[in-house]
Each structure stands twice: as structure tokens, then as C-alpha cells.
């Protein structure tokens, strides 16, 4: 199955919803107030949220009126156009050594995303070592073990309640010393405690600059997609700890909540750069803002 029809196959239950809604909505309809609002409606439904959903509306307020446009499959694939526009980010190539910062809240799918993004550097061509710096949860290291078994990569890893950053630290030793291009770091998600779980994300972050200033550096936040606006909020809070360059959207296939991409967008301008689509070993894959919204629109 090639790569769009994958993103379409997970993007299913997103189409489903906001996408029939989309097609019901321009047949043949005036674009008048009543019509804004019902597709304002629908877009804060499919978890677009408040701000993405009313910057969309404006902007295609505006380029019906200075387009001149009435007919409504033009005003759809002016809907499209703004929607792609909002979320279709620039990322920078990776560099190599490359170290990645792994944040996210307990149950996301964190530890199964970084040893499936241990597998696609593999798939590359590419040597990995993980580490386990998620030493809180008792099973989080074994967890870690078995992926890094299945994606054929190194783990490094410490007991149960040692220091996360001394775990990064002789990570980045080894992988120095053995010249590994990749290391993925994968960090504890617990919330009980934020202001604990922020120093120590700080921590590793201060002990990734001091270790590894050659590296490429690049901080993602694991996102289920399930969760809808619940997963935005989450992101202001990695957000005082750590400068995310980018969110890994799991589950992505097992939801309507597609929208949760713009509503991210909107609020914190961070790119999606991964999307879950499926349990398996190799369904993580690079997002692609173009076949995301053609894959809910087609």
C-alpha cells in the first residue's frame, strides 16, 4: 500500500465525519452567514478548536469577497487552500549526529512512538541508540527493551528511580564513542507532580546542550490524536519545560478528531512530523500536510 493511500486509509474516520460534512455543506448552498456558521460548527466538532476554526472562516470570508467568488466548489477548494496553507510547515532536514527529545503525558503512545522512529531511522540507513530516561515507571525500561529489540537499535538503560539525565548522559557518551548518528531519549509523562516532571525535562535538556553541541538537536511532543483538545492543552504545558519543534500525532487513525492538526497550528505554530496510523512496527510515518487534507477532502 503506497503512502497516501495509507494516510487515507487512516484518515478515515476523520473523513467520515468532517469531510462528509464539508461535501453536504457546498452542494449547491449560498455562501451566506447561516452557511459560515454551520461550517464553523462542523470544524469546531472534528476538534479543529475555536481559534483555527474562526481564522479559517475569516480568511475564506475574505478571499470569496475579493475573489468574487458564489459558486461553492470553488469556495471548497478555497477552504482547502487555506486549510493546507495553515498547517504546511518548512521543516529543517535532520543533520547528522542527531539527538531527539521525546515529552509527552502518561498513555500517549510515547515509548511505542520512539521505538517506531527508531525503526524509520533504521529503514534509512541510520544507527540508533535509545534511552530509557523514563525511570519513574516501573515497566517504561522494559517496555523500551522490547521495541528497541524489534527495531534492531541499542538501548541504554538504568534501574527503576535513577536520575533520567545521568541515563542521557552515558546515551550520549556511547553514542559518541561509537559515532551512532541517531539517539531518541524518551522521558517520563507523569503529571502528578508537574513542577518535578518540568525540572527534569529541563535537566536532560541542559545536559543535551552541555554533552552534545554538535548535535542536531530536535524536541518532539507525542500527541494522541483520540483526545481531541485535551492534546492541545498538553502541549502548553511541555511548552514551559522544553521548545518543541514538532508534535508526533498517534492514534490518529482511530479517531474523527483529525482537526486537533489545525487546532495546534493555530495556537502554538508547531508542525506535525509524525503520524501514527496504525499498531504496527512500521505505521509511523512522516506527516504530510498535503495528503493529511487531500486525504480528508478526496
Sequence with gaps: MGLFQRIK????????????????????RALDEEFYDELETAMIASDMGVIASENVIEELKDAAYNKKITDPEKARNELKRIMLESIDYEIPPYEYPLVILIAGVNGVGKTTAVGKLAKLFVNAGK??????????????????????????????????????????????????????????????????????????????????????????????????????????SQVEIFSEAIDADGIILTKLDGTAKGGVVLAVSAEYEIPVVYAGIGEKIDDLIPFDAKEFIDGIFE
Excluded: C
Excluded at 548522559?169 to 541517531?182: E, W, Y
Design 9 to 28: 486509509e487512516g484518515l478515515k474516520k476523520t473523513k467520515e465525519s468532517f469531510g462528509k460534512k464539508i461535501f453536504e455543506l457546498f452542494k449547491g
Design 127 to 232: 544507527s540508533v541508540t535509545v534511552a530509557a530516561a523514563d525511570t519513574f515507571r516501573a515497566a517504561a525500561g522494559e517496555q523500551l527493551e522490547v521495541w528497541a529489540e524489534r527495531a534492531g537499535v541499542r538501548i541504554v538503560k538504568h534501574g527503576e528511580g535513577s536520575d533520567p539525565a545521568a541515563v542521557v548522559f552515558d546515551a550520549l557518551s556511547s553514542a559518541k564513542a561509537r559515532g551512532t548518528d541517531v539517539v531518541l531519549v524518551d522521558t517520563a509523562g507523569r503529571l502528578h507532580n508537574k513542577k518535578n516532571l518540568m525540572e527534569e525535562l529541563k535537566k536532560i535538556n541542559r545536559v543535551i546542550d552541555r554533552e552534545a553541541p554538535d548535535f542536531d538537536k530536535r524536541s518532539y511532543i507525542v500527541l494522541d490524536a483520540t483526545t481531541g483538545q485535551n492534546a492541545v
